[in-house]
C-alpha cells in the first residue's frame, strides 16, 4: 500500500506563503498522476494543481499564477508552494497518488492538512 503523509498546512495571513508537502512511502510505482486537492465543508473535492509522471502541470483557474506544484522523485515528495494566499483558499488540502497499473487504477489520499488564510 502507498502512504501518503502530508504536511505543511497552517495558518497564514492574505498576501502570505505556505509549502505543502506530501511524503511518499510503500511500493512507488506505475504512479500516473500526482495531485493536490482541497476541499471545504459541504463541497466536493476540487483539483487545484497536477502533476503527470510525464512532468506536465495542470492547475485550477482560480490559483494559476498564484500555486506551483513540484515533485523530488529522490525523495518520494510531492511539494506546493502557494503564494499570495487569499481567504478563499481556506480549506483541508489533500495529495493523490494514482497508479495505473494493467488496467486497474488505484487512487492513493493522504490524511490532509488544514490550510487558513485569514482577511
Known amino acids: 500500500q502507498v502512504q501518503l503523509v502530508e504536511s505543511g498546512g497552517g495558518l497564514v495571513q492574505a498576501g502570505g506563503s505556505l509549502r505543502l508537502s506530501c511524503a511518499a512511502s510503500?511500493?512507488?510505482?506505475?504512479?500516473?498522476?500526482m495531485g493536490w486537492y482541497r476541499q471545504t465543508p459541504g463541497k466536493q473535492r476540487e483539483l487545484v494543481a497536477g502533476i503527470t509522471s510525464g512532468g506536465m502541470t495542470d492547475y485550477a483557474d482560480s490559483v494559476k499564477g498564484r500555486f506551483t506544484i513540484s515533485r523530488d522523485n529522490a525523495r518520494n515528495t510531492l511539494y506546493l508552494q502557494m503564494n499570495s494566499l487569499k481567504p478563499e483558499d481556506t480549506a483541508v488540502y489533500y495529495c493523490?497518488?494514482?497508479?495505473?497499473?494493467?488496467?486497474?487504477?488505484?487512487?492513493?489520499w493522504g490524511q490532509g492538512t488544514q490550510v487558513t488564510v485569514s482577511s
Open positions: 510503500g511500493p512507488i510505482f506505475g504512479i500516473v498522476h
Open positions: 493523490n497518488f494514482r497508479r495505473l497499473w494493467g488496467a486497474q487504477t488505484n487512487d492513493y
